[in-house]
């Protein structure tokens, strides 16, 4: 059982290390695309944010599904259309094809964090849930860092369509390894995914979701997703890569390498933060909100950034952002805890939900700032003035909500009541 067990860990990482490399991919190859597309700021806010619409879309009906299918089934279905994602933005000639490309890309990865969750929930000792999906996190944000410069050099190499049509071949073998390797349950333990074959009432099916909404601590993390992984989406995801190329008129390499920076602080902080969490503090609300604060802070100095001749003070600076920021891993254990086990992934997929559509409004609205703003006053550096003290803004607030929550005691054993 260890090694099968370990085996389904490696598959989800790499799945997961997919998503995130998609997420991310734009910031490198934006100038490219608005070269090749044809696409204004705004235009490519939106290119940026249909990953993530769709992805949170997705997450309405994800987590029922995955309570009652299973994830293995689910997520090697979605995988595939995560391939024929890939092959149509590569082929993209406009804004529309490369739209359709990437809602299809966050369709396909909509399942890869909360199926991996799911799959631990069954496979892993409930009281390390939250090291392992820092652990998780943290391999999977490979997939940033290799959104990052390894892609820079990449699109030098072959272009950034070729890249996209050779990313797609690595998404179906893996999506192959899935069906072959996985399984939803340890051999001899009951499959609670069986019960989707039985009939269900109404009432049945629309208890878990009362009960989730019902709870005060579901809507307060969840609004808290969608400000922190907005914030630090718009700005991982996309627009560090405009400000550093653009703007302070960095090399994409050099660029790439400072996105190294926040991506290897998400690496380190991700399991840090579960540790911290689980060990240290004993509390998933404290370890949210010395995240958010510290994230508040560095992105403030960001919006004030000017200058090219401190690149390794920028490094350090971007460094902090992804290592506090990934703190907010803890929230998947926080509600999880707050929620009877056999609801645990609708209820990880509903405040994932706001977390992806937070990040597909913060890039989408930050592009109309950049877009109106630079029109206004002929010049871009306000724009990402404004833009980053928006984000600023939006982790203080995040902070500021984190407070009303309530803190489940760090003991699996037993589930409390929202």
């Not at 999906?133 to 943290?138: E, K, R, T, V, Y």
Request: aromatic share 12%; proline share 4%; hydrophobic share 50%.
């Amino acid at each position: 059982m260890f090694t099968r067990r370990w085996i389904i860990f490696g598959i989800c990482a790499s799945l997961f290390l997919m998503s995130l490399f998609y997420r991310a991919s734009s910031a490198i190859i934006a100038p490219d695309l608005m070269h090749d597309l044809r696409l204004t700021h705004e235009a490519l806010g939106l290119l940026g944010a249909a990953f993530f619409y769709s992805f949170a879309v997705v997450q309405i009906p994800l987590g029922l599904v995955l309570d009652r299918i299973g994830p293995r089934i689910t997520m090697s279905i979605l995988n595939i259309l995560a391939t024929a994602g890939a092959v149509v933005f590569a082929h993209a000639g406009g804004l529309t094809g490369g739209v359709i490309g990437r809602a299809l890309l966050g369709l396909g990865m909509a399942a890869n964090l909360m199926g991996p969750l799911k799959l631990f929930t069954n496979w892993f000792d409930p009281r390390r849930f939250a090291t392992l999906s820092g652990l998780l996190l943290s391999l999977g944000t490979l997939g940033s860092l290799a959104a990052a410069t390894p892609l820079a050099i990449l699109v030098q190499c072959l272009g950034w369509r070729r890249a996209f049509y050779s990313l797609a071949g690595l998404n179906a073998l893996l999506a192959v390894c899935l069906m072959g390797f996985v399984r939803d349950t340890p051999q001899g333990k009951k499959n609670p995914h069986n019960t989707a074959l039985q009939p269900k009432s109404s009432s049945c099916r629309v208890a878990p979701v009362r009960m989730l909404f019902s709870s005060w601590s579901y809507w307060a993390i969840s609004f808290t997703a969608f400000l922190r992984y907005g914030s630090y989406a718009s700005i991982q995801a996309l627009w560090a890569g405009p400000f550093l190329i653009g703007f302070l008129g960095l090399s994409p390499v050099t660029a790439g390498n400072l996105l190294l920076m926040l991506s290897i602080g998400f690496i380190i902080g991700s399991p840090l933060g579960g540790v911290l969490s689980d060990q240290i503090l004993q509390s998933r609300k404290k370890a949210i909100i010395a995240g958010t604060t510290v994230a508040a802070v560095a992105t403030v100095i960001l919006s004030q950034w000017r200058s090219t001749d401190h690149l390794a003070m920028l490094g350090a600076l971007l460094f902090g952002l992804g290592f506090f920021n990934s703190f907010g891993q803890v929230m998947y254990a926080h509600i999880k805890e707050l929620m009877p086990e056999e609801m645990s992934a609708s209820a990880m997929t509903g405040v994932n939900f706001f977390t992806m559509l937070g990040g597909g409004v913060f890039i989408h609205l930050l592009g109309g700032v950049m877009e109106h703003i630079g029109a206004q006053l002929a010049t871009p550096t306000k724009g990402y003035e404004v833009s980053f003290l928006i984000c600023s803004a939006a982790f203080f607030l995040s902070t500021v909500l984190y407070f009303t929550t309530k803190d489940p005691t760090v003991k699996r054993n037993n589930v409390e009541a929202p």
